[in-house]
C-alpha cells in the first residue's frame, strides 16, 4: 500500500535508537525498525492480541532480531515502560479504531511520558476518502483531526508525508 524506505527514511531512525511499535500487528514495521536501530537499539513491540505477539516473536527469533522485545500490551492503558526511554513511538492504521475522547488521554498521555524529550510520536492512517478497502470513511481521521487530538497532550506536528492511499504525521515533544 505504501512504501516502507519511504517511511523509515521519513522517521530518520538510526542505530542505537528505542522504537516502540504500538499495535504492532504481524510485525512488519518492528522488524525493519530493528534492522536500522541494530544490536545496540531496542524495538518494543506491543499488540493486545497475544497471538499476534506470539508470531512476532517466534518470526523475529528466526530471523535473528534479538533486539525486538514483545508483550501483550493494550495501549489504552499505562505502558509496561520507563520514562524517557522511546525515541520514536510508532502507530500504524489503529489510531482509527479508537475514541480518541474515551482513549486519548491515557494513550498520548503515556506515549508523552514514554518518550524521551525531543522525542517522535509517528502515525500512519488511511486518507479521509473513499477507498475499496480499508475502514470505513466516518471512522478515517484526518491529519487536521489528529493534530486536534494530540496537541493538548504536547505535541506539536514535525512532519506530513504522502503515502499514497494513507499518510505519515510526525509530531515531537
Do not use: W
Not at 522517521?11 to 522504537?19: A, H, M, Q, S, T
Not at 505477539?53 to 499505562?78: H, W, Y
Amino acid at each position: 500500500m505504501h512504501d516502507p524506505n519511504l517511511v523509515f527514511r521519513e522517521l530518520n531512525l538510526k542505530e542505537g535508537d528505542r522504537f516502540l511499535d504500538l499495535g504492532c500487528g504481524t510485525g512488519d514495521y518492528a522488524f525493519e525498525a530493528a534492522r536500522i536501530v541494530g544490536s545496540n537499539g531496542v524495538v518494543y513491540a506491543f499488540d493486545r492480541v497475544e497471538s499476534l505477539i506470539c508470531n512476532v516473536g517466534k518470526r523475529s527469533e528466526t530471523l535473528g532480531l534479538g533486539n525486538v522485545k514483545t508483550m501483550v500490551a493494550d495501549m489504552t492503558a499505562p505502558l509496561p515502560l520507563e520514562n524517557n526511554l522511546i525515541d520514536v513511538c510508532f502507530l500504524a492504521t489503529v489510531l482509527h479504531a479508537l475514541d480518541p475522547a474515551v482513549d486519548g488521554k491515557i494513550l498520548f498521555s503515556e506515549i508523552r511520558r514514554v518518550l524521551k524529550p525531543g522525542g517522535c510520536l509517528a502515525i500512519i492512517e488511511c486518507k479521509k476518502e473513499e477507498q475499496s478497502f480499508g475502514p470505513p470513511i466516518q471512522m478515517r481521521l484526518s491529519p487536521e483531526d489528529i493534530e486536534k487530538t494530540v496537541r493538548p497532550y504536547g505535541f506539536e506536528k514535525s512532519g506530513l508525508t504522502d503515502l499514497g492511499f494513507n499518510y505519515l504525521i510526525q509530531f515531537s515533544v
